[in-house]
């Protein structure tokens, strides 16, 4: 089984807070999201990579983009979703070595 590389969480908090950020500046905010949301795609893909990264940063593209979903803590939940789908696949090589 090939080990595979998790983000921190405290990166993924910090990460979800500078998505939030744009609503520190009132008008601003909501063009700065304009130039964020790529920005913040790619480093969620880069950070996450396979199915994960590709639908997340799919779907964290689209929440930056569109006006009072940056709430959405994405790199959080992703980093939930991936530790536990971690420990499923952990489990399951347990079972399966018990089997033989």
């Given at each position: 089984m090939e080990k595979r590389y998790t983000p921190s969480l405290l990166v993924c908090v910090i990460m979800d807070l500078l998505g939030c950020a744009s609503y520190a500046v009132p008008l601003l905010g909501e063009v700065s999201d304009v130039i964020w949301a790529p920005i913040s795609a790619i480093i969620f893909y880069r950070m996450f990579g396979g199915t994960l990264g590709t639908f997340g940063s799919l779907f964290n593209f689209m929440e930056e983009l569109f006006p009072g979903l940056d709430f959405i803590?994405?790199?959080?939940?992703?980093?939930?979703?991936?530790?536990?789908?971690?420990?499923?696949?952990?489990?399951?090589?347990?079972?399966?070595?018990?089997?033989?």
């Open positions: 803590p994405t790199f959080t939940l992703s980093w939930v979703m991936q530790r536990i789908t971690q420990g499923w696949k952990v489990q399951k090589v347990k079972m399966e070595g018990q089997k033989a």
